[in-house]
């Protein structure tokens, strides 16, 4: 199962930060930093990362945010298009939550009357003591299986094209971009860097 969740801190100051969570292994399987939370720009990002690894989880779970709705819609279509006999119906998210550091505390003090150290079965069989990348990469060795179910990356590359694709992440557009990289160019700096990048900031602005 993945989890997909915004962290909200960040779009205050106009960053919002999604990222895609494999549960199993810890794995973070893409963070973004996006313009906006808009409806298709979440829902690209999804999709995004579907074409890249060639399938989709048995589930993904988010809060029931507005702009996830579009996730939903398109993970519901692809699942009865390419997985028609799979049935799975959680509507509990809360891993992703931890992840972030938010309500840690209300959840430790919900559960301080009925925490058990002695009982084995209070926690979660998760490979320990190894990296996210090589549980994922030998996930047969800890007895897990690779539940991704493959979907035709054709279709997936026309939805993301669909909805209005890589623009949707962009900061600038499109045409605003290769006038930028010309000033870039003309000021003779070979690398953008943090030391520098105020300076050039300077320099680039007024001849925008």
């Known amino acids: 199962m ?9 779009s205050k100051i106009g960053f919002p ?8 292994s810890g794995k973070w399987l893409r963070m973004w930093i996006v313009p906006n939370n808009r409806l298709k720009a979440i829902a690209y990002l999804y999709l995004s990362l579907v074409y ?5 989880p048995l589930q993904t779970t988010t809060d029931c945010g ?3 709705m579009e996730v939903y819609g398109f993970a519901t279509a692809l699942r009865e298009i390419f997985s028609p006999n799979l049935s ?3 509507v509990h ?3 992703i939550e931890f992840q972030w550091g938010d309500n840690v505390k209300v959840f430790w003090e919900a559960g301080e009357e009925i925490y058990n150290d002695m009982d084995p079965h209070q926690y979660k ?9 090589v549980s994922m990469a030998l996930h047969k060795d800890y007895h897990a299986e690779d539940c991704l179910q493959p979907v035709d990356c054709d279709v997936i590359k026309n939805l993301m094209v669909e909805i209005g694709g890589e623009e949707l992440i962009h900061f600038i557009d499109t045409e605003y971009s290769p006038h930028a990289q010309l000033i870039f160019d ?10 520098n990048v105020w300076q050039i900031f300077s320099a680039m602005l007024p001849l925008m």
């Not at 930060?17 to 199993?24: E, K, M, P, T, V």
């Not at 003309?186 to 030391?195: A, E, I, K, N, R």
């Open 66 to 68: 507005s702009e996830t």
């Open 186 to 195: 003309s000021l003779g700096y070979s690398d953008l860097t943090f030391q």
């Open 93 to 95: 998210n809360i891993t």
């Open 125 to 133: 069989i998760l490979p320990s003591g190894v990296s996210p990348n």
């Open 52 to 56: 890249k690894i060639g399938g989709m």
């Open 17 to 24: 930060i999604w990222a895609i969570h494999d549960q199993w």
């Open 88 to 90: 799975i119906n959680d």
């Open 2 to 10: 993945d989890e997909m969740r915004q962290h909200e801190p960040d």
